[in-house]
C-alpha cells in the first residue's frame, strides 16, 4: 500500500551544496512528476518523464536536473543549491500524461 | 494562458454546516482535478472531472463548462475534513495548471 514513497522528508543544505530527491512508485505508472510548492503559489511541474527513459522539462526546470532511472523510480537532482530553492517538492505518477493521480508526502528542503 | 483562481482563499465553518469551495479558469479546459492536501502536507486526488457532476462519499464535485467554472461541495462538515483544497485545470494536451487553494477549517 506504499503508492508514491519519497526521500528524505526534510533536509536542510548551505548553499552551493548538492543533493539528490529520490521516488518511487509501485502502481506500475508510466508517467512521473516533479513539483515544488512555495508559498502563495500554485504548484509548479519541474520536470516529468512521460515514460521510462524520457523526461522533459516543466514550468521551472532551472537549476535541477532528472533522472528516470527505470520505470518505478524518479529522482531529482540540485547540482549546486541555491536560497530560491527552497521549496516543498512532491513527486507525483500518473497513467497518463499531465495527469498526477497519486503524490508523494513531499519533502521540504531548506537552503541556507 | 490558462490561469485558476480559487475562492474564498481561507474559509472557517462549524462542524455540520454545508461547505463550497469555488474554483474560475480562464479558458476552455479537458479536464478539471480536486486534490486536497492533509495538515501534513500530503496531497490527494479527489476528483477528476470534464463535465456534470461527480459524487465521492460526503464530497460532491460540479463543473459548468459554458461559465468556466467549478464547486466543490462537502456535506455534514467534520473537523477530518479541514485541509487545504485544490483546483487544477488541464487545457489540450497542456500540464495542469494549480489553483492556489482554499484553506478550510471546521471547527467541533
Known amino acids: 500500500n506504499a503508492g508514491v514513497t519519497q526521500t528524505p522528508k526534510f533536509q536542510v543544505l548551505k548553499t552551493g551544496q548538492s543533493m539528490t530527491l529520490q521516488c518511487a512508485q509501485d502502481?506500475?505508472?508510466?508517467?512521473m512528476y516533479w513539483y515544488r510548492q512555495d508559498p502563495g503559489m500554485g504548484l509548479r511541474l519541474i520536470y516529468y518523464?512521460?515514460?521510462?527513459?524520457?523526461?522533459d522539462k516543466g514550468e521551472v526546470p532551472n537549476g535541477y536536473n532528472v533522472s528516470r532511472l527505470n520505470k518505478r523510480e524518479f529522482s531529482l537532482r540540485l547540482e549546486s543549491a541555491a536560497p530560491s530553492q527552497t521549496s516543498v517538492y512532491f513527486c507525483?505518477?500518473?497513467?497518463?500524461?499531465?495527469?498526477?493521480?497519486?503524490f508523494g508526502d513531499g519533502t521540504r528542503l531548506s537552503i541556507l | 494562458k490558462n490561469e485558476v483562481e480559487q475562492s474564498p482563499q481561507n474559509l472557517t465553518a462549524q462542524e455540520g454546516e454545508f461547505i463550497t469551495i469555488n474554483c474560475s479558469y480562464s479558458?476552455?479546459?479537458?479536464?478539471l482535478h480536486w486534490l486536497q492536501q492533509h495538515p501534513g502536507g500530503g496531497i490527494v486526488s479527489l476528483f477528476m472531472?470534464?463535465?456534470g457532476k461527480k459524487k465521492h462519499g460526503r464530497l460532491i464535485a460540479t463543473i459548468n463548462i459554458q461559465e468556466k467554472h467549478s464547486s466543490l461541495h462537502i456535506t455534514a462538515s467534520h473537523p477530518r475534513d479541514s485541509a487545504v483544497y485544490i483546483c487544477?485545470?488541464?487545457?489540450?494536451?497542456?500540464?495542469?495548471?494549480f489553483g492556489t487553494g482554499t484553506r478550510l477549517t471546521i471547527i467541533p
Open positions: 472531472l470534464s463535465s
Open positions: 507525483a505518477s500518473g497513467s497518463d500524461t499531465y495527469q498526477p493521480q497519486h
Open positions: 479558458v476552455g479546459i479537458s479536464a
Open positions: 518523464s512521460a515514460s521510462e527513459g524520457t523526461t
Open positions: 502502481m506500475n505508472h508510466n508517467s
Open positions: 487544477a485545470t488541464r487545457f489540450g494536451n497542456e500540464k495542469l495548471t
